[in-house]
């Protein structure tokens, strides 16, 4: 009997202990994480889908907010000085991140230099036939609006392109933490392989059109464009904030009009005001064709990620373009 006792006695303490060792293994594992920050929603995608579980990604930039105007608070940047890895687009895309992280100690990454970024909204090439002087004007059109010169940054509204980036943040992990190496190589294949599928259905959705030309509010769609053998007319340029002029928004009318254009494409965080301007102007539709700067609360709540947010592009774009 005294043996019963003695046992029962011990049984809480056994229960303790337990309890004990696996909130300390939660601890530790939670602390065992890679702690990465990332500028903005494209790259804290791709971080979280290399990374997996091994990491805890912190996006800088919340839901709704456009990344052009983020402004870091004091927490933030203690986040950026403390952070195992940084991950930041250069370019001036976000000078407030872009300043921190090319001062602190660790390790900071400028994932546009994983990618061979071209000018975006370069002039149109001349060619032969009736539709020279025409596509001469489209040139001359956006060359005039499209801040000519500068390299575009917005590298992943094309799928290929996307996974060169994420070939980049794949390796920056694996020196971060090498002992995950192989985790990180394999999420990262998964990835592609994913981004390589939705690569395809854009390239057989876009591969006939009635129309080939996509007049959007800013030109953030140049890779887009290249990649699928469209044309962007942008209404401003690289950054979304600069406005036309009233002769910009003429030019842009008559164009829609010789090119059989149906919609003009706004943007979810940018107010849709001069877009919808134009569309009546030019008496065509408008619709959300998304840069994927960030998600939305609304995009958030309804479980939607990179892939499924460039799928309602595709949406956007083959209803628009007559896509057969």
């Known amino acids: 009997m005294r043996r019963f006792l003695a046992l029962a006695a011990l049984l809480p303490l056994a229960a303790a202990a337990c309890g004990s060792d696996d909130d300390t293994g ?4 939670a602390e065992d994480r890679l702690q990465v920050v990332a500028s903005f929603y494209p790259v804290a995608e791709a971080a979280e ?3 997996g579980d091994l990491v805890e990604v912190e ?4 839901a709704g907010t456009e990344p052009h105007d983020l402004e870091l608070t004091p927490p933030q940047v203690d986040g950026l000085q403390d952070a195992d890895v940084v991950l930041y687009l250069g370019q001036g895309f976000q000078p407030a991140v872009e300043e921190v992280a090319e001062r602190r100690d660790g390790a900071s990454v400028d994932v546009l230099e994983a990618v061979e970024l071209e000018v975006g909204a370069a002039e149109f090439d001349e060619e032969e036939g009736e539709n020279a002087e025409e596509e001469g004007e489209h040139a001359e059109v956006e060359g005039e609006h499209a801040d000519e010169g ?18 980049r943040i794949e390796e920056a992990l694996a020196e971060a933490a090498p002992e995950h190496a192989d985790a990180f190589a394999a999420n990262a294949e998964r990835y592609k392989s994913e981004l390589a599928e939705l690569d395809q259905e854009f390239e057989e ?3 006939q059109c009635e129309v080939r030309v996509m007049v959007t509010s800013h030109a953030a769609f140049h890779y887009l464009a290249e990649r699928y053998d469209l044309e962007q007319l942008p209404i401003a340029g690289l950054s979304p904030e600069s406005e036309p ?15 059989g254009v149906t919609t003009v494409f ?3 965080l940018v107010a849709p005001d001069v877009a919808e301007t134009l569309a009546r102007e030019a008496g065509v539709d408008t619709a959300v064709l998304n840069p994927l700067e960030g998600l939305t609360q609304d995009d958030i709540e309804a479980g939607k990620d990179y892939a499924a947010v460039m799928r309602d592009n595709l949406a956007a774009l083959t209803g628009a373009l007559g896509c057969r």
Do not use: K
Request: charged residues 25%.
């Open 266 to 268: 706004y943007e979810t």
């Open 59 to 62: 996006n800088l930039t919340p």
């Open 245 to 259: 002029d009233p002769r910009r928004l003429a030019e842009l009318a008559d164009l829609i009009g010789e090119e």
């Open 205 to 207: 959705a876009l591969a």
């Open 150 to 167: 500068a390299l575009d940054p917005h590298y992943w509204l094309d799928p290929t392109l996307m996974a060169d980036a994420v070939d």
């Open 26 to 29: 939660a601890g530790a594992a």
């Open 49 to 51: 889908r290399v990374g």
